[in-house]
C-alpha cells in the first residue's frame, strides 16, 4: 500500500520568496553601505566583507529560483515531484560560497605578500560599518533560518548559514580593523584570510549535507526509531520485520513491511497496513511517499523447534547409516 502527498503549497512558496526578496533587499543595502566605508576607509577586511555581502544577494536569487522549481507539483515525467531542486540549489550555492571564500583569503595574501596593508589605515567608520554587519547579518540568520526550518527548505537554510557565515567573517572585519587602529595594520590582511576559513568552513558543510541527500542518504537513527515505536505498538502488528528510509529533497520515503497473523483475513490485513500507513504519514509530516507490505507472522520459537527437528531428524538418519 503506498500514495503520494503533495510537498508543497503555494503559501509556502509564497513565504519562501518573501524572506528572499527581504533578503536581497537588506544584502544590497549592507553590501554597498560595507563597500563606501571600506574604500574610504582603507579597510582590507570591510572591502571583503562587502565582497561577501554582495554574494548573498546572488545566492538569494538562486534559492528562489530553486524554491521555484521544486515546489512544482509532480506531473507524468516526474512523479516523485521536483524536490531534489532545492538541494542542486544549494549546492550551486554551496560551490558559489566556496569561490568567495577563495577569493577574500588570496586577496588577504596577496596584500601580505606585497605589503599592501602598509598603506592602508582603516579608523573607526570602519569598526563602527563592521559592528552594524554582525548585528544585521546575525538578524538575518535568525530571521531566514526560522522560514527554513518552518517550511523544511534546505535551500532556505543554506541561505540562512549563508548570512551567518557573513557574521563571522564581520567578526574577523572587527578584529582586524581593531588591530590595525591599535597599530597592527597587517591583522586588517590576516583577518581576510581568517574570514576565508569561515566561509569554506560553510561552504563544505553546506555541499556534503545536499549532495546527501541527492544519494538518497536514510534519516536520522532517531526518526527511524520512533517508527519503529509506533508500528510495533499498533494492534495486529506482530513484528516490524524491515524499515528503510531515504531522503528525496526536504521530504522522506518509507518503506515498511510488517507481519501479522497468518490467518488473519485479507480484508484485516489490508486494514491493519492501511492504519501503519495512515499513521506514518499523519505522524511524520516529512514523509511523502510511505509503502507498506504485509508478511505472514511465523513465530521464532517455531523456526527454531523446526530446524532443532530437522537436525535431529538428520543426526538419527546419520547414525542410522553409520550403523
Known amino acids: 500500500m503506498s500514495t503520494n502527498k503533495e510537498t508543497k503549497t503555494p503559501d509556502v512558496a509564497k513565504i519562501a520568496i518573501t524572506v528572499s526578496v527581504v533578503t536581497i533587499i537588506v544584502n544590497a543595502i549592507l553590501s554597498g553601505g560595507k563597500l563606501i566605508v571600506g574604500i574610504l576607509d582603507s ?7 562587502a565582497i561577501h ?3 548573498d544577494v546572488f545566492s538569494t536569487i538562486i534559492v528562489i529560483i530553486g524554491i521555484k522549481i521544486s515546489s512544482k507539483a509532480s506531473d507524468k515525467d516526474h512523479p516523485f515531484g521536483h524536490e531534489r531542486m532545492e538541494c542542486v540549489a544549494a549546492i550551486i550555492l554551496a560551490i558559489v560560497l566556496g569561490g568567495t571564500g577563495v577569493a577574500m583569503g588570496y586577496a588577504g595574501i596577496m596584500n601580505i605578500v606585497n605589503k599592501v596593508y602598509e598603506n592602508t589605515f582603516p579608523g573607526w567608520p570602519a569598526l563602527i560599518a563592521a559592528i552594524v554587519s554582525i548585528a544585521v547579518k546575525e538578524g538575518m540568520y535568525w530571521y531566514t533560518r526560522s522560514a527554513a526550518k518552518l517550511i523544511k527548505s534546505d535551500a532556505l537554510m543554506a541561505d540562512a548559514w549563508h548570512h551567518r557565515s557573513d557574521a ?16 597592527a595594520p597587517i591583522l586588517d590582511s590576516i583577518a581576510s584570510i581568517i574570514i576565508c576559513l569561515f566561509v569554506l568552513k560553510v561552504a563544505i558543510d553546506i555541499f556534503r549535507s545536499s549532495i546527501g541527500k541527492m544519494v538518497d542518504k536514510s534519516c536520522d537513527r532517531k526518526t527511524e526509531d520512533k517508527m519503529r515505536e509506533l508500528i510495533v505498538s499498533q494492534e495486529g502488528v506482530m513484528s516490524l520485520d524491515v524499515i528503510r528510509t531515504r531522503i528525496f529533497g526536504n521530504k522522506v520515503y518509507v518503506e ?3 507481519s ?3 490467518n488473519a483475513p485479507l480484508i484485516q490485513a489490508h486494514s491493519i497496513a492501511e492504519h501503519v500507513h495512515d499513521l506514518i504519514e499523519n ?3 516529512d514523509v511523502k511517499h510511505c509503502m507498506v507490505h504485509v508478511n505472514p507472522y511465523i513465530p521464532q520459537n517455531e523456526n527454531a523447534e523446526s530446524e532443532n527437528s530437522e537436525k535431529e531428524g538428520s543426526t538419527d538418519n546419520d547414525e542410522k547409516g553409520n550403523k
Do not use: R, T
Open 168 to 183: 563571522f567573517s564581520s567578526v574577523g572585519a572587527f578584529a582586524g580593523i581593531l588591530g590595525s587602529i591599535l597599530g
Open 43 to 49: 579597510s582590507n577586511a570591510m572591502i571583503s566583507d
Open 53 to 55: 555581502s554582495a554574494s
Open 256 to 258: 515498511i513491511e510488517i
Open 283 to 285: 505522524n511524520f509530516s
Open 260 to 262: 501479522v497473523d497468518e
